[in-house]
């Protein structure tokens, strides 16, 4: 099963991907229907989830019924645990960049905000545009989200001036990356242009750099306000890995 996944992620591409998942989600659901694990973001629990992973393939991480990540399932807790996000009363403006479709139509039926989505590519997308470049107005939004984007983005120092632009005052951002917490600092290098290199070195074909510790550093530099959440800290072990979720993965939560 590994290998197929792998060879599946590194051979179709990502809109076609988000279009096929929509078919076999439900088959995969219904298959490995169990007691095991979890998905804190449905409720369903399954006697295993699904391996993932461009280049080395992690076990029981990726969900049945909603194709959550660790990472995605560790955000829905902390929003719904630590915030407002889905209690509030007063509307809340949402931009959500590269939407995941674990969060995508839960958010759109939400009566409490206002809810946008960009991406270049993405089919979930209601604006297509360019991170370094939005179409948005300065000041306009109450909630950023932008998850495993700037990895992506040669210019993430102007992706992340363009995301403090638009965010408001007193808004948040959440904005997860892959990182290597064990390395001080970021290693990028626009001389390795070989995908199979990329992958090796970065992680994944199309990932332009190795996020370090200095990564919250960077986004304060920028003038956010970033509280580096240790979240799976507060959860207890059994839930950590009953929801397998990632020990010791931060949320880059910042604040204008």
Same mark, same amino acid.
């Given at each position: 099963?590994?290998?197929?996944?792998?060879? @599946?992620?590194?051979?179709?591409?990502?809109?076609?991907?988000?279009?096929?998942?929509? *078919? *076999?989600?439900?088959?995969?659901?219904?298959?490995?229907?169990? &007691?095991?694990?979890?998905?804190?973001?449905?409720?369903?629990?399954?006697?295993?989830?699904?391996?993932?992973?461009?280049?080395?393939?992690? &076990?029981?991480?990726?969900? +049945?019924?909603?194709?959550?990540?660790?990472?995605?399932?560790?955000?829905?807790?902390?929003?719904?645990?630590? =915030?407002?996000?889905?209690?509030?009363?007063?509307?809340? &403006?949402?931009?959500?960049?590269?939407?995941?479709?674990?969060?995508?139509?839960?958010?759109?039926?939400?009566?409490?905000?206002?809810?946008?989505?960009?991406?270049?590519?993405?089919?979930?997308?209601?604006?297509?545009?360019?991170?370094?470049?939005?179409?948005?107005?300065?000041?306009?939004?109450?909630?950023?989200?932008? &998850?495993?984007?700037?990895?992506?983005?040669?210019?993430?120092?102007?992706?992340?001036?363009?995301?403090?632009?638009?965010?408001?005052?007193?808004?948040?951002?959440?904005?997860?990356?892959?990182?290597?917490?064990?390395?001080?600092? =970021?290693?990028?290098?626009? /001389?390795?242009?070989?995908?199979?290199?990329?992958?090796?070195?970065?992680?994944?074909?199309?990932?332009?750099? *190795?996020?370090?510790?200095?990564?919250?550093?960077?986004?304060? /530099? @920028?003038?956010?306000? *970033?509280?580096?959440?240790?979240?799976?800290?507060?959860? /207890?072990?059994?839930?950590?890995?009953?929801?397998?979720?990632?020990?010791?993965?931060?949320? +880059?939560?910042?604040?204008?």
């Amino acid at each position: 099963m590994k290998s197929v996944f792998k060879f @599946i992620l590194n051979t179709i591409p990502r809109p076609i991907l988000i279009r096929l998942s929509i *078919v *076999v989600r439900p088959i995969l659901a219904f298959l490995l229907k169990g &007691n095991t694990f979890t998905d804190p973001i449905d409720g369903k629990s399954f006697r295993m989830f699904l391996p993932y992973g461009y280049g080395t393939q992690r &076990n029981n991480v990726l969900s +049945p019924s909603t194709l959550s990540l660790e990472r995605h399932r560790l955000l829905w807790l902390y929003l719904q645990n630590e =915030t407002d996000f889905f209690t509030a009363t007063e509307k809340k &403006n949402v931009l959500h960049f590269a939407p995941e479709q674990e969060f995508y139509k839960r958010f759109k039926k939400q009566k409490n905000i206002q809810y946008t989505t960009t991406d270049l590519f993405s089919p979930l997308a209601d604006v297509k545009a360019d991170i370094c470049n939005l179409p948005f107005e300065d000041n306009q939004y109450d909630v950023l989200f932008c &998850n495993h984007v700037l990895e992506h983005i040669p210019d993430d120092t102007k992706a992340m001036q363009e995301l403090y632009r638009v965010l408001k005052p007193g808004g948040m951002a959440i904005l997860q990356i892959p990182q290597d917490l064990n390395r001080a600092t =970021t290693f990028s290098d626009d /001389s390795i242009t070989d995908e199979k290199e990329r992958a090796a070195i970065f992680g994944q074909y199309d990932h332009v750099r *190795v996020y370090g510790r200095d990564y919250f550093d960077k986004l304060r /530099s @920028i003038g956010f306000a *970033v509280v580096e959440e240790d979240y799976t800290k507060t959860i /207890s072990p059994e839930l950590v890995t009953k929801y397998c979720l990632a020990p010791g993965e931060i949320i +880059p939560v910042c604040f204008k």
